[in-house]
C-alpha cells in the first residue's frame, strides 16, 4: 500500500472510527439501561413536552374553574401520577401551608425544603443532577382560602453533567483513537525507513555485508528494493576493486620476478664479455645469442603482462565477425605445421563430418588462444626424451549450439591437483622459472580470458593416453555470410 493511500485512510478513519465507536457505545448504554428500540426513547423524549403540556392544560382548567378538585385525594393522586410519569410534579399549598406534594419529586429530591421552594420559589433547581424549570400559579379554593400551586418541570432530558462530561469524553476519545491510528500508520512509515537508516550507516561505515529486506509494499517497499540492489552493486564494485589490487600486488611481484631473472642473466652475460671472459669469437658468439633469446624472452613475457592486464580490466575491445570456423582453423593449422615440424612436433587436424559452423569471433584474439595452446603443448612435450613421438591433434566438432574444438598432446599429461588451477594467473604446473619449460604463467590465464570475452568456455583434462588435452566451446552465429581472406582485418 503506497504511502498516500495510507494517509488518505488514515485521515478517514480518524473522522468514521470514533463516530462509528461512539455510536457503538450508545447502543450498548441504551442495551445496558433495558431501551431495546432506540427510536421509541427518542420518540418519548420528543413528545415529553406535549404530553406534559396536555396534563398542564386539563389542571390549569380545574384551577380555575374547580379548584375544590385537589381536595379529592383520587384526583389529586392520579394528576401527580401523570405528571411522575413525565417527569414533573406539583406542590400545592392552602393559605400558606403545603396539602401536596408530588411523589415523583419526593422521589428524586428526598429530604428537600419543600416549604422554602414554595415560598421562595426559584427559576429552576437542580434534583438528582436533572435540572427543572419551576411555574407558579394562584388560585381560589371554594371556601375562599388562598392557594398555591408550583409546578417542577424536567428541563433537559440528561443530566447537568452529561453535556461536559460527555463532550470532554468525545474529545478525549477522538483524541486517543486519532492518537492511535497516527501511531500505527506513522509505524508501518517510520519501522522500514528506520531499517534503511541503519543499513545506510551501516555501508557509511564499511559493513555491506547486511541484506535489506523490502518489508513493506509501496513507495518505501521500492525505496527498499532499490537500495538492496544499490548495496549489491556498492559490494561487487568494492569486491571487485580489492581483488584488482590484490591482482596489480600480484602482478607486480610477479613482474619484478621474471624480469629481474632475464636481467641478472643478460648483465651477467654483458659482463663476461666486457670482462674478456668470452675472448673467442665462438663464445662471443653464444653470448650474443644468449642475451638476444633473454631479451626476446623480456618482450614475450612484457606483451603477455600487457595484453592480460588490459584483458582483466577488460578494456580490451573485441572486434567480433561472423566467419566459417571450419575453414578458419583449416588456415591456421596450415600456417602452424610449418613452424611445429621445426620443433619435432607433428600436428594432425581432424573436421570430420563437420560443415560450415558460423561463429562470431575476432580472428587475431582467437589466433592467440590457439597459438597459446600449441605452445604450452610444444613446451611440455620439450621435457620427453627425442625418442619418443612427439604428435599434437586438433579437432573440430560441432555440439548442439556450440562449435567444440579439442586439442591433445602426447606430452606428460596434468597433475590431478593441477588440473582445477592451470588457468590462473601466474599458476605453473611446473614450478620453474625457465621459460622453455615453466612459462610465465599467463599464457592460459589469456586463452581463459578471450574465451569468455567470446562467451564460450574452456578446460582442460588428461587424454586415455596420459597426455593433455584442452577443450573450447564458443557459441555458433545464426549469421551466414563468411569472412572471406580480404575481409578478415574489416570491421563489420
Not at 6 to 17: C, E, W
Not at 20 to 32: N, S, V
Not at 212 to 233: D, K, N, P, Y
Request: aromatic share 10%; with cysteine.
Amino acid at each position: 500500500m503506497s504511502i498516500r493511500v495510507k494517509l488518505y485512510m488514515s485521515y478517514l478513519a480518524m473522522v468514521f472510527v470514533p463516530v462509528i465507536l461512539m455510536i457503538a457505545f450508545m447502543l450498548f448504554y441504551f442495551y445496558a439501561g433495558g431501551i431495546e428500540d432506540v427510536r421509541e426513547a427518542f420518540d418519548k423524549e420528543r413528545k415529553e413536552p406535549y404530553l406534559q403540556a396536555l396534563v398542564y392544560g386539563e389542571l390549569s382548567y380545574v384551577l380555575e374553574n374547580d379548584a375544590g378538585k385537589l381536595e379529592d385525594k383520587e384526583y389529586l393522586s392520579d394528576i401527580q401520577q401523570r405528571l411522575g410519569d413525565l417527569w414533573a410534579g406539583y406542590l400545592f399549598s392552602k393559605n400558606g401551608r403545603i396539602t401536596s406534594v408530588a411523589p415523583f419529586l419526593e422521589q428524586v429530591a428526598p429530604g428537600q425544603n419543600w416549604q422554602k421552594l414554595l415560598e421562595e420559589p426559584p427559576a429552576t433547581v437542580a434534583f438528582s443532577s436533572y435540572r427543572f424549570e419551576t411555574y407558579n400559579i394562584d388560585f381560589k379554593y371554594p371556601d375562599g382560602s388562598d392557594g398555591r400551586g408550583v409546578l417542577f418541570r424536567r428541563n433537559d432530558t440528561v443530566p447537568i453533567y452529561w453535556r461536559p462530561v460527555g463532550t470532554a469524553f468525545s474529545l478525549a476519545f477522538i483524541g486517543l483513537t486519532s492518537l492511535l491510528l497516527t501511531y500505527f500508520v506513522s509505524r508501518s512509515i517510520i519501522k522500514p525507513i528506520k531499517k534503511l537508516e541503519a543499513a545506510a550507516l551501516q555501508i557509511k561505515d564499511g559493513d555491506l555485508s547486511r541484506k535489506v529486506e523490502a518489508t513493506s509494499r509501496g513507495e518505501i517497499g521500492q525505496l527498499s528494493i532499490a537500495f538492496e540492489e544499490m548495496r549489491v552493486r556498492l559490494k561487487h564494485s568494492i569486491d571487485q576493486s580489492l581483488q584488482y589490487e590484490e591482482n596489480r600486488k600480484m602482478l607486480l611481484s610477479h613482474i619484478s620476478h621474471d624480469l629481474k631473472t632475464p636481467i641478472s642473466a643478460i648483465k651477467g652475460y654483458v659482463e663476461g664479455i666486457m670482462d674478456g671472459i668470452a675472448n673467442t669469437d665462438e663464445k662471443r658468439t653464444r653470448y650474443m645469442e644468449t642475451i638476444y633469446r633473454k631479451a626476446t624472452d623480456m618482450d614475450q613475457l612484457i606483451d603477455e603482462l600487457f595484453l592480460f592486464s588490459k584483458l582483466d580490466l577488460q578494456t580490451v575491445a573485441f572486434d567480433l565477425k561472423v566467419m566459417d570456423f571450419s575453414r578458419y582453423m583449416e588456415h591456421f593449422m596450415d600456417e602452424q605445421r610449418f613452424d611445429l615440424d621445426k620443433s619435432g612436433v607433428t600436428l594432425h587436424y581432424t573436421a570430420h563430418e563437420v560443415g560450415s559452423i558460423f561463429i562470431a569471433a575476432d580472428p587475431d584474439k582467437l589466433s592467440r588462444v590457439l597459438t597459446n595452446i600449441l605452445n604450452n603443448c610444444v613446451k611440455y612435450m620439450g621435457q620427453q626424451s627425442p625418442q619418443e613421438a612427439k604428435t599434437i591433434i586438433v579437432r573440430v566438432k560441432e555440439l548442439d549450439q556450440f562449435a567444440l574444438v579439442e586439442i591433445e598432446d602426447t606430452g606428460p599429461g596434468i597433475e590431478k591437483e593441477d588440473l582445477p588451477y592451470i588457468f590462473d594467473r601466474f599458476y605453473r604446473a611446473e614450478q620453474s622459472r625457465n621459460s622453455e619449460t615453466g612459462g610465465s604463467g599467463l599464457g592460459l590465464a589469456i586463452v581463459k580470458q578471450i574465451i569468455e570475452g567470446h562467451g564460450g568456455m574452456v578446460w582442460a583434462e588428461n587424454a586415455e593416453h596420459g597426455g593433455a588435452r584442452f577443450c573450447m566451446k564458443l557459441p555458433k552465429s545464426g549469421a551466414v555470410k563468411t569472412v572471406d581472406e580480404h575481409e578478415e582485418h574489416t570491421d563489420h
